[in-house]
């Protein structure tokens, strides 16, 4: 079965730099959530879209923007990166009909 | 403070031992998710418990809900080295009812077993 995909899978970027997330749900699933994990800790959410309108907004730096386009995939932006935004983000879909969110593999992103 | 709380917050058995880890919320549990995550990787579903009572199994692995007590538990029978891993607790604890909205996951059980 299609799995949420992301990418890059790893990311290595300078401070102050930009970097740009990717998320593909999976097929005919309406909801991105985008979650960022530190190292040791658990995932924090971060932001979410439901049919290409944000849904609702967690603890995301003004730093950071998002948006889910008409095919549903999801980009998280990130600009003038700090060492602490290095983390495990993690990208997550779901639809009307299963509440469950099934999670991607995650970008590793590392700024040096 | 943690809003769900995991214990332990790391597991050691021998191959072959029952284990249970648990999952506490200090609101009122609409909705319950277990994950495993491998380090580094990505978050696998397990399973979803949504109404007081109710428990699933899946293979050698059992999650249960206690609303009143606002609390879960996963229970793993005879375990495997391939159970190894991090074991998270995530639950709407905002929107209510619904998981539309943002998941708040426990810190974590680091489970470890060894052959």
């Known amino acids: 079965a299609a799995g949420v995909i992301q990418s890059p899978r790893h990311l290595i970027k300078e401070k102050r730099e930009t970097a740009t997330l990717k998320c593909y749900p999976i097929p005919r699933h309406d909801t991105v959530y985008w979650y960022q994990q530190g190292p040791g800790q658990d995932p924090q959410f971060l932001i979410s879209f439901y049919e290409k309108m944000q849904s609702d907004k967690g603890s995301i730096p003004d730093r950071f923007s998002a948006q889910q386009f008409s095919d549903y995939h999801s980009e998280l932006n990130m600009s003038s990166l700090e060492l602490g935004d290095s983390a495990l983000y993690f990208c997550?879909?779901?639809?009307?009909?299963?509440?469950?969110?099934?999670f991607g593999p995650g970008t590793r992103l590392t700024v040096l | 403070s943690q809003e769900l709380e995991q214990s332990p917050q790391s597991l050691i058995v021998q191959e072959g031992k029952n284990l249970t880890i648990n999952c506490t919320s200090s609101k009122t549990l609409y909705g319950l998710y277990w994950y495993k995550q491998k380090y580094g990787e990505g978050l696998i579903f397990l399973m979803m418990?949504?109404?007081?009572?109710e428990e699933k199994s899946h293979e050698k692995i059992t999650a249960k809900l206690d609303e009143k007590k606002q609390q879960s538990s996963l229970h793993i029978t005879a375990s495997q080295p391939s159970h190894a891993g991090i074991y998270l607790c995530?639950?709407?604890?905002?929107?209510?009812?619904?998981?539309?909205?943002?998941?708040?996951f426990g810190q974590g059980t680091i489970l470890t077993v060894h052959p």
């Open positions: 418990l949504q109404k007081g009572g």
């Open positions: 997550a879909s779901s639809n009307q009909y299963s509440d469950t969110q099934y």
């Open positions: 995530g639950a709407d604890i905002h929107a209510g009812g619904t998981s539309y909205g943002k998941l708040t």
